[in-house]
């Protein structure tokens, strides 16, 4: 989708929700904030461009998302994929270049707490539960206004959120560690625990770096199968170095896209087998 059409998107929304009028284009009222997937594209970012101290991180990058899709992100280190997704979550700004949620929410002009609350979760390399707290205490701080540990112990959740943690234990495995303390987990179920986090914030659009590294070959078979039930309900962008993990998470689908980031910009967008054939992907990335 063109930012022409996104702001055209905007510019709708803005006059459906001054008239309160119905917008021809998407057949009913859209609430300010709320997202707008009616262009099938989650994530619009066009000719993003990050520079420290003169150095260019991110190079005119421009990568688009559609709704549901699981987008694998390959390249060497350096590359920016960590600017990239401090960019979409509102940590850095850009020097140029535009960033959107769905086809009206332009996400540089919104905060780094405010892209959460839009729809955008993202989950660090390092997994940073609290490893006092049983695992469905974690799930509750994830609810609540007040993350303080002292707030969790007071809180009561409703019937719909205790559901909720219900399906999500069940979703990341843990149903059955619900009353563990985080801290006796494996780092695999640590990292399935954050996710959880995530999940019950119900986000649109998921970001996750290396989810698998330092797992076990079982961890990571787990982790693929979790995000591939994720897909289509949500949106996923994952940035990983493990091609195998890459081989799992696009075997359901031989059209899934897989992106070649390098020096800030897509080198390569294709298939895994694609890219993976792709002579300057093999020589940059893969030093063959
Ligand atoms: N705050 C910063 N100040 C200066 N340079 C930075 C800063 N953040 C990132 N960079 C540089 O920008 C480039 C892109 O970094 P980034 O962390 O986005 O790459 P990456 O693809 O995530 O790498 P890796 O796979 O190693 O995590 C690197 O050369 C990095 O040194």
Redesign the pocket.
């Known amino acids: 989708m063109s930012p022409d059409l996104m702001e055209q998107g905007a510019e709708r929304l803005q006059h459906a929700t001054q008239s309160g009028g119905r917008s021809a284009a998407y057949g009913r009222v859209l609430r300010e904030g709320e997202l707008d997937l009616s262009h099938g594209t989650v994530l619009y970012l066009e000719d993003i461009s990050v520079s420290?101290?003169g150095?260019k991180?991110l190079n005119k990058l421009s990568l688009d998302i559609a709704a549901g899709e699981l987008r694998c992100i390959i390249?060497p280190?350096?590359?920016?994929?960590?600017?990239m997704m401090d960019v979409i979550t509102g940590k850095t700004r850009p020097d140029a270049g535009q960033a959107f949620f769905g086809s009206t929410i332009n996400l540089l002009r919104h905060r780094e707490s405010e892209i959460v609350r839009l729809g955008i979760g993202r989950k660090f390399q390092k997994p940073t539960v609290f490893e006092q707290l049983t695992v469905l205490q974690n799930l509750e701080l994830s609810l609540q206004a007040d993350p303080r540990v002292l707030a969790c112990l007071r809180f009561k959740p409703t019937a719909t959120q205790l559901d909720r943690m219900d399906a999500v234990l069940t979703q990341i495995r843990l149903l059955g560690e619900a009353g563990r303390q985080a801290g006796l987990l494996s780092h695999g179920q640590k990292q399935w625990l954050e996710i959880g986090m995530l999940l019950m914030l119900e986000p649109k659009l998921l970001l996750l770096d290396e989810p698998v590294a330092g797992m076990t070959d079982f961890e990571t078979e787990r982790t693929a199968e979790l995000l591939l039930s994720l897909q289509g309900q949500h949106s996923l962008m994952v940035v990983e170095h493990d091609m195998k993990f890459i081989a799992a998470l696009t075997a359901d689908d031989v059209r899934k896209k897989v992106t070649v980031?390098h020096e800030g910009s897509v080198l390569a967008e294709g298939t895994l087998n694609q890219v993976q054939a792709n002579p300057q992907v093999l020589e940059v990335y893969l030093g063959r």
């Open positions: 420290f101290d150095f991180a390249g280190n350096g590359a920016g994929k960590t600017t980031l």
